[in-house]
Nanobody, 121 residues
Framework: VQLQASGGGLVQAGGSLRLSCAASGRTFSNYGMGWFRQAPGKEREFVAAINWSGDSTHYADSVKGRFTISRDKAKITVHLQMNSLKPEDTAVYYC???????????????WGRGTQVTVSS
């Protein structure tokens, strides 16, 4: 069972990146999915979540209006479109799967390795 996040990189402030999370080893089509991030010296924090059907989403206040979480029709891949990026968005971004539509990391039982996002000023 593996979740693999990709799409991270280095971008200037105001730019955009699109992260993707693909599952292998089992299907997560009926799981809620989420994105979390962890900056150096800080705790992991919630970014965005989407329910199993894709018709409900939730965002952290810090990214609301700039980030969009989505999942494809087969519900295999989850994306995080990040626009208007700020230096404070710099972190390792992790995707995760939960049996619930959740915003708390402890509700997520499956985690990917993470992808680095660096936003330069």
């Amino acid at each position: 069972v593996q979740l693999q996040a990709s799409g991270g990189g280095l971008v200037q402030a105001g730019g955009s990146l699109r992260l993707s999370c693909a599952a292998s080893g089992r299907t997560f089509s009926n799981y809620g999915m989420g994105w979390f991030r962890q900056a150096p010296g800080k705790e992991r924090e919630f970014v965005a979540a989407i329910n199993w059907s894709g018709d409900s989403t939730h965002y952290a206040d810090s990214v609301k209006g700039r980030f969009t979480i989505s999942r494809d029709k087969a519900k295999i891949t989850v994306h995080l479109q990040m626009n208007s990026l700020k230096p404070e968005d710099t972190a390792v971004y992790y995707c995760a799967a939960s049996r619930y539509f959740a915003t708390t990391s402890t509700d997520y039982g499956y985690w990917g390795r993470g992808t680095q996002v660096t936003v330069s000023s």
